[in-house]
């Protein structure tokens, strides 16, 4: 018998070519006279704004730009763009580029209208609104936050901490492939198994509201992402893949923001959070340890969904062989596609390993998901297995 559940997603959502270069017209009734943009440099440098900017302009909208986003934003980041933001008096915000830049969008366009205070909206559903008109535009094929209600802000001693509430939502999701053809093959390649992570944590998560819905997105995004990843990191003009790449990233996010991930999003953070590594790669490094860990109980999911990725497990009939064969293959996969797999290649030593499991347990929304409970002691094993 199917539980109840709920599922909230982006109110609309555009996918479509060469779409931000009309960014005034899809997102006209949201708007207003003065949209506030948030952004990074990197975006500026390559020139990705200069068409959407332009069509802001020539449709009469007085634009303010926060271009100050960096990876892993820390509270400093927010606090500028907020006091930007009391300044200009936008009636819009707009997110342009990465999982950073959107997480920094979503909680200015909170903080500009609510009289919230940040520290009590940490958490889950804690975040109440109102806020500001809100526009996302992902320039990268990874994260799927602009269709997920959460915002992570990395805070004092390196701690990652994360709003999660439906009022974080966008008004309008607006996708746009071209955006992201110019991606180095490292980020393609790490934001893409981000993605893939997203899938495959939601499709097993513990969570109550894991939803046949979360369970068939999961699905859908996997196949996209399992058989475009490689021809988008090798041939990184092409479109059909960055496209499905995209697509596939979007649905991943729709499937964990109502199914949420777990640990290995738990013990990804301090390696982010601590050292600086992007996001996406502190994923890879432990996910096939993680999997792995998660086997005895969850090796039925995972052997359920692992063919969309690699067809030939589908020859493997037993559950506990297949998932034990995914967790290689996806270990195999993050070599092929040239990301580190290893901490020590990233700077982490034995001797940080204890912190690291320390920190890990701060992360009680996301462990309390994960099909097998897991200790301190249970993360200091996955750490020491991916050194």
């Not at 990395?154 to 492939?177: F, H, M, N, Q, Y």
């Not at 390649?189 to 999961?218: C, Q, R, W, Y």
């Not at 692992?306 to 020859?315: K, M, T």
Request: aromatic residues 4%; hydrophobic residues 50%; proline residues 7%.
């Amino acid at each position: 018998m199917i539980g109840a559940f709920s599922f909230n997603t982006s109110a609309h959502i555009v996918f479509e070519p060469r779409a931000a270069a009309e960014l005034a017209r899809h997102a006209a009734p949201f708007l207003g006279p003065r949209p506030l943009i948030v952004t990074d440099k990197g975006i500026i440098a390559c020139g990705l704004l200069d068409a959407p900017l332009a069509s802001l302009e020539a449709a009469g909208h007085s634009v303010s730009v926060f271009d100050e986003v960096t990876a892993d934003p820390a509270l400093s980041i927010l606090d500028a763009a907020s006091v930007l933001a009391d300044r200009v008096r936008p009636t819009s915000v707009i997110g342009f580029g990465g999982g950073s830049s959107l997480d920094v969008a979503k909680l200015v366009a909170l903080l500009a209208k609510s009289e919230e205070d940040l520290d009590e909206a940490w958490g889950v559903g804690n975040a109440k609104g109102p806020r500001l008109p809100l526009v996302l535009v992902p320039t990268t094929a990874g994260t799927g936050s602009e269709v997920t209600p959460i915002s992570i802000i990395t805070v004092e001693d390196d701690e990652k901490r994360g709003v999660v509430s439906p009022i974080l939502l966008p008004d309008l999701a607006l996708l746009d492939p071209d955006l992201t053809l110019g991606l180095p093959a490292h980020v393609t390649a790490a934001t893409g198994v981000d993605a893939m992570v997203h899938a495959i944590e939601a499709f097993a998560s513990k969570s109550a509201n894991n939803n046949p819905v979360s369970k068939a997105l999961a699905v859908e995004a996997l196949k996209l992402l399992g058989s475009n990843i490689e021809t988008a990191v090798l041939e990184p003009a092409n479109r059909a893949a960055r496209g499905a790449m995209l697509l596939g990233s979007m649905l991943a996010g729709m499937a964990f923001a109502n199914s949420p991930v777990a640990a290995v999003h738990a013990l990804a953070y301090p390696i982010g959070g601590t050292f600086h590594v992007p996001h996406g790669l502190s994923n890879a490094l432990v996910l096939p340890h993680v999997l792995a860990f998660n086997a005895p109980a969850a090796a039925q999911a995972y052997a359920e969904i692992a063919p969309y990725v690699f067809p030939e497990l589908s020859l493997l009939g037993d559950f506990e062989q297949r998932a034990a064969a995914f967790a290689d293959e996806l270990h195999v996969l993050c070599e092929e596609l040239g990301l580190q797999t290893r901490l020590r290649d990233v700077g982490i030593s034995a001797g940080d390993l204890p912190k690291m499991a320390r920190d890990a347990m701060k992360q009680t929304r996301l462990l309390v998901n994960n099909p097998r409970e897991l200790g301190e002691a249970d993360a200091l094993a996955i750490y020491q297995a991916a050194l």
